[in-house]
């Protein structure tokens, strides 16, 4: 059936659309109102801002930390092992060189094909994963080289291997020690920030997001099923999380929002690069200028003022 009095407005919006596709990856949030506009038009259930950007945070097709590393570190060179109790290939961690910077990366992998994501266990760390990180990184501190973690992970192993190891305490440990470091510690949400297995890696002088990526305390689904005893409304939860990039700077808990192409980072695997290397190399220039005391103080400061306290 015809709707003549919606068509023209259809019509309309849809023409803005296109517009702002071509034009900039910074009217996200205006496309987001626009499709959801549509949806509404047409007499079908709309989809939160805050869902969608769920969704493209866990695109398949999403690009992942190899990806970035084979186009931002030519020369990357892997780590490997806890010296404790073995390998996690959850985390990746090496050293290489960005544009000319010598830097130290560790990265959570999620895998691409079901082969990958088995052995990188759906980018779900294990206890010696967040140990072999904490090597890496005080071996960059005492070499004086700035680390860069990218965080993509729906939160760490909940397994039984991984509780005897000692999950809990290789995080807590991580956040202790990271707080520490003295060298500039960079922080960069690339997917889905999960729960305190992205956390563990997160305490950093700078934290940015990429434009599509999501950060939060737990899962949509994991939190409808305890507040709304249903994990079937993950949208709903999404939206009352604010796990967005947006939500995340309006509340102070990330320091800025690095754009994706048109459409998503997963439609342009060496501009999402590009644009993630721009915002990288400025904040290395930025904190490589301050003293190991300076940076260890300005870490502390900036998470100590993080949330909201309230007195009777």
């Known amino acids: 059936m015809s709707e003549p009095s919606q068509s023209p407005r259809i019509a309309d919006l849809e023409r803005e659309m296109s517009q702002l596709q071509m034009t900039s990856t910074g009217a996200q949030a205006r496309l987001s109102?626009?499709?959801a506009e549509i949806l509404q038009l047409r007499g079908m259930p709309a989809i939160s801002p805050a869902w969608q950007r769920v969704q493209l945070a866990r695109h398949p097709k999403r690009p992942h930390t190899?990806?970035?590393?084979q186009r931002l570190l030519p020369d990357f060179t892997e780590i490997h092992g806890d010296r404790a109790y073995g390998e996690d290939p959850a985390i990746i961690t090496g050293f290489g060189t960005l544009a000319g910077e010598k830097v130290m990366i560790i990265g959570q992998e999620k895998g691409r094909d079901t082969k990958q994501k088995l052995i990188r266990n759906f980018g779900m760390p294990k206890p010696e994963g967040y140990r072999k990180a904490m090597r890496v990184m005080e071996m960059a501190s005492k070499f004086g080289r700035p680390i860069i973690t990218f965080l993509d992970t729906p939160g760490a192993y909940p397994g039984i291997d991984a509780e005897e190891r000692g999950q809990a305490e290789a995080i807590a440990h991580n956040l202790r020690e990271m707080s520490r470091l003295e060298v500039p510690v960079i922080v960069v949400i690339i997917g889905e920030g999960g729960s305190g297995g992205a956390l563990a890696l997160g305490?950093?002088?700078?934290?940015?997001?990429?434009?599509?990526?999501?950060y939060s305390v737990i899962s949509p689904e994991s939190c409808a099923a305890i507040i709304y005893r249903d994990s079937s409304k993950?949208?709903?939860?999404?939206?009352a999380l604010k796990i967005t990039a947006p939500d995340?700077?309006?509340?102070?808990?990330?320091?800025?929002?690095?754009?994706?192409?048109?459409?998503?980072?997963?439609?342009d695997y060496d501009r999402a690069?590009?644009?993630?290397?721009?915002?990288?190399?400025s904040a290395i220039d930025e904190l490589k200028r301050l003293s190991?005391?300076?940076?260890?103080?300005?870490?502390?400061?900036?998470?100590?003022?993080?949330?909201?306290?309230?007195?009777?």
Do not use: S, W
């Open 33 to 35: 109102e626009i499709q």
């Open 66 to 69: 190899v990806d970035y590393l």
């Open 203 to 214: 305490i950093g002088n700078r934290v940015y997001i990429l434009e599509n990526a999501v």
């Open 234 to 239: 993950g949208e709903l939860a999404a939206t």
């Open 248 to 267: 995340l700077m309006r509340l102070g808990l990330v320091d800025g929002i690095i754009p994706e192409p048109p459409g998503g980072a997963q439609d």
């Open 273 to 281: 690069a590009e644009l993630l290397q721009l915002t990288l190399l």
């Open 292 to 312: 190991p005391e300076q940076l260890i103080d300005q870490r502390c400061d900036k998470f100590r003022q993080m949330g909201n306290f309230f007195t009777e």
